[in-house]
């Protein structure tokens, strides 16, 4: 089975040349999850979503998101209108939690199940599953935190001004909800990435790969038995 996960990796990242990795996010979730029970549900769950829905939210990737200022309209959106901007973003993203299991997509916001959840990803490869730890929880919190920054504009701040404390406050909880799991994912791609790349390396390494000198040649190597300048005027016929 780690022949097969090395191969499909092998053949993605020569693909993908300078840029890394060309494997969308679906595709490194299954290299890594393989064997796994996460494995199987993810299987069944992209499956499940594999139809309109997704395809729908890629689509509308480019909607207004977690903005509480709409450019086009150039008014405030109420908690309601924030709410569908989001979900119209992460239809992926919630369509695949919700097949796992781990949200409640029935209210407003959908509510994490967090035991599910932990439990799925305890039972990835180490390289992995710290993310469900205290360190991984800790690296979400600081990513959200950067998010909330990054949306914390001065027409955003004076939009959330304008709302009362109720809506403030579910104003909070969006915000918080759509960073939470913007910042998983991204956590969650880039341990998958780190982790099959080192499958690869490891992989070939121990099979015997030629490995590649890292001395580069010194500019006196590069000048060894070059012609001087003379030599190469050496028998032209002279200017007029």
Known sequence: MKSFVVLSAAIALVAAGESGTCLDSAELAYLCTI???????????????????????????ASAGANLYN???????????????IKQELADE?????????LD??????????????????????????IGTDDGAGMIHGCIQEKFEK???????????SYSEKQQA???????????????????????????????????????APSYSTEYPTTADWTTDYPSTEAWTTGMPAGK
């Open 71 to 85: 450019k086009k309209t150039k008014k405030c959106v109420n908690p309601g209108q924030l709410a569908r901007n």
């Open 105 to 130: 997509n029935n209210s407003t916001v959908p509510t994490f199940n967090e035991e599910v959840a932990m439990a799925d990803l305890a039972a990835l490869p180490a390289e992995v599953s710290w």
């Open 170 to 208: 579910k104003v909070a909880e969006i915000g918080y909800f759509y960073a939470g799991v913007k910042c998983f994912t991204e956590l969650f791609d880039q341990a998958c990435t780190d982790y099959v790349s080192y499958e690869v390396y490891s992989y070939f390494l121990a099979k015997g």
């Open 94 to 102: 919630l369509c695949v939690f919700q097949q796992l299991g781990w």
């Open 151 to 161: 949306l914390s504009t001065k027409k955003n701040k004076k939009c959330f001004e």
């Open 35 to 61: 064997g796994t029970p996460l494995g199987d549900k993810l299987s069944s769950a992209f499956y499940g979503c594999s139809d309109d829905t997704m395809a729908a939210g890629r689509a509308r990737k």
